[in-house]
């Protein structure tokens, strides 16, 4: 069966997300409709959430209190809500919001099709949030929106089997499953066959990629892989662990030439009390070493990370350390949240919650000495020359691509050079935020 008419969707939370969100649209397209410019107006509104951290999860509540008047208008209109907080409120939701039609959860998005196409039939919402032995949307290809996409998703794992104490995402995505390897070439060399210049390997834990399928970590061995696909010119991937992450990584971050050298690699707290208390599975000081073997195999590696302050328990000292651990080891960029206490999780409850006015100072100390090191950087790279691949236009016009060390820098003019294309770019000004250059 077909349908006509136009869908909307709107996500929030991770590049994973993202991504699953270019699967729906992929799905939708397939069944008929278009791609629509609002909610007001589509005959299909998918709502793809995240659960993260409670400001995250607050707005699927507002997105679908704004939707509510248009279905009045169109009762045809079919309303999903898709994503981690689908999974993770199920009942909850579709008893709150009565003009919801369909809660899908993380390993349902195959039968986002089929479910629409009954929903319209039969008038009667349904909530499909099972968790599958086997993902089937974890074989999708879905290339990113727009004419000419560079730059594509490539999933190779989902799924977390840590339970870091803070963290709903096994709950949510349920625990690591990994693709096959030949699945994923296959896919690589896909999406470069249609002009893919760079791909992302996403996972919640991709340098775990493999452990589950039983022959051990196999992460670094799939980077060597990829490596050899016609066409393709920058590998990225992220999320990884410390805890997985080895030499043999650093080693092909330093050597392989069409992976990129950045890694994202979460530290959450410098104190050892709190990483324990966290169950992250390292010291800070095992986090330190890795670091070292890291800028000693890749010396041009960007190395990025997320922070949490105020987890429970986490004293003046404790914070200290973190602050430490910011100035030691001088962080590209970083990603720094309020500890938010998220349902289910073993933190949720934990003794010695911080208050919010604590956490409010943590992290403004945090941001500004974490400022002043990436305008550092930023401004170190006035003058030189660095690679740049030519993504798109974007704000006021102005052409963007990013550094292989994933910084991104802004031009006025790209002359007769397209997207796609890798051009050699003197950095002109450093910002806070960005870089600004010239094509040479
Ligand atoms: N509170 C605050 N930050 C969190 N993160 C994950 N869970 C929480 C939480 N409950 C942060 C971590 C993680 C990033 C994706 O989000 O830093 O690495
Ligand atoms: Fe948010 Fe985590 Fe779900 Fe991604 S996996 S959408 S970050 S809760």
Redesign the pocket.
């Known amino acids: 069966m077909s349908l006509s008419g136009k869908y909307f969707v709107e996500t929030y939370g991770?590049q994973m997300n993202e991504h699953d969100s270019e699967k729906m649209c992929e799905l939708m397209e397939q069944l008929g409709l278009e791609s629509g410019d609002s909610a007001d107006s589509a005959d299909v509104v998918i709502i793809n959430t995240c659960a993260?951290?409670?400001k995250a999860e607050h707005k699927v509540h507002s997105s679908l209190g704004k939707i509510r008047a248009a279905k009045l208008r169109n009762p045809d209109m079919v309303i999903v809500v898709a994503g981690c907080v689908a999974q993770q409120q199920q009942h909850e939701l579709s008893k709150k919001f009565r003009h919801l039609d369909l809660v899908l959860g993380t390993h349902n998005i195959s039968e986002l099709p089929d479910l629409v196409e009954k929903i319209r039939k039969d008038r009667q919402s349904i909530i499909r949030v099972g968790f599958a032995e086997d993902i089937r949307s974890l074989h999708m290809t879905a290339p990113r929106r727009g004419p000419r996409p560079i730059c594509s998703y490539v999933t190779i794992m989902q799924g977390c089997s840590n339970f870091?104490a803070?963290?709903?995402?096994p709950y949510t995505r349920g625990r690591e499953q990994s693709r096959s390897l030949v699945e994923i070439l296959e896919e690589v060399s896909q999406l470069c066959s249609r002009g893919v210049k760079e791909i992302t390997l996403l996972g919640q834990n991709v340098n775990a990629y493999g452990k589950d399928l039983g022959n051990g970590n196999r992460f670094t061995e799939l980077l060597e892989k990829i490596s050899n696909t016609r066409g393709l010119v920058r590998i990225r991937f992220t999320?990884s662990h410390p805890r997985d992450f080895d030499a043999s990584l650093a080693t092909a971050l330093g050597s392989l030439d069409k992976v990129c050298e950045h890694i994202h690699l979460?530290l959450?707290s410098g104190s050892d009390r709190i990483l324990s208390s966290m169950k992250r599975g390292y010291s800070f000081s095992e986090y330190l070493n890795k670091i070292e073997i890291l800028r000693s195999k890749a010396p041009k590696c960007s190395i990025t990370?997320?922070?949490?302050v105020g987890?429970p328990g986490e004293s003046d000292d404790d914070f200290k350390s973190t602050l430490t651990a910011l100035e030691q080891i001088r962080f590209d960029q970083i990603?720094?949240?309020?500890?938010?206490?998220?349902p289910g999780?073993k933190?949720e409850h934990m003794a010695d919650q911080i208050p919010e006015k604590i956490k409010k100072e943590r992290l403004a100390e945090v941001h500004s000495i974490q400022d002043k090191i990436t305008q550092g950087y930023h401004k170190q790279l006035e003058g030189s020359v660095v690679e740049v691949l030519l993504e798109g236009r974007g704000r006021q016009n102005q052409f963007y691509g990013r550094t292989r060390t994933n910084k991104i820098v802004n031009f006025d003019d790209t002359g007769s050079y397209r997207e796609g294309t890798v051009v050699r770019v003197k950095i002109l000004r450093g910002l806070n935020h960005s870089l600004f250059g010239k094509i040479v």
Request: charged share 20%; hydrophobic share 35%.
């Open positions: 991770c993260i951290r409670e870091c803070y963290c709903v995402v999320t979460p959450q990370t997320d922070i949490i987890f990603f720094s949240f309020k500890f938010s206490p998220r999780t933190a």
